[in-house]
């Protein structure tokens, strides 16, 4: 059974730092594509951050140079330094794998965990 249980959120005032934390067991993130959605109160999911099982990783332009995605494979955790926040990247924040799903490719649709809650101030 796959969880993915994420952490680090909390209240922060514009231009603080947050470092998320999403822990993993029923599957090995140094052999997947890892992921970091975030979705805002009455707006879609946002993919926010990606590695690859190779450690390669990308970016929207919204977060480029602010956020960086890593991994800790004897954790079996990945986590998002967030910097020089801004109001706008308040949001829940959720990790995922990248997989074949159903015909299409994108985040496992059962393995959403409860995210967490990252709350910017200005």
């Known amino acids: 059974q796959v969880q993915l249980v994420e952490s680090g959120g909390g209240l922060v005032q514009a231009g603080g730092s947050l470092r998320l934390s999403c822990a993993a067991s029923?599957?090995?993130?140094?052999?997947?594509?890892m992921t970091w959605y975030r979705q805002a109160p009455g707006k879609q999911r946002e993919l926010v951050a990606t590695i690859t099982r190779g450690g390669g990783t990308t970016y929207p332009d919204s977060v480029k140079g602010r956020f960086t995605i890593s991994r800790d494979d004897a954790k079996n955790t990945i986590y998002l330094q967030m910097n020089n926040l801004k109001p706008e990247d308040t949001a829940v924040y959720y990790c995922n794998v990248l997989t074949l799903y159903g015909g299409r490719y994108g985040p496992h649709p059962n393995y959403w965990g409860q995210g967490t809650q990252v709350t910017v101030s200005s």
């Open positions: 029923g599957i090995i993130v140094s052999i997947n594509t």
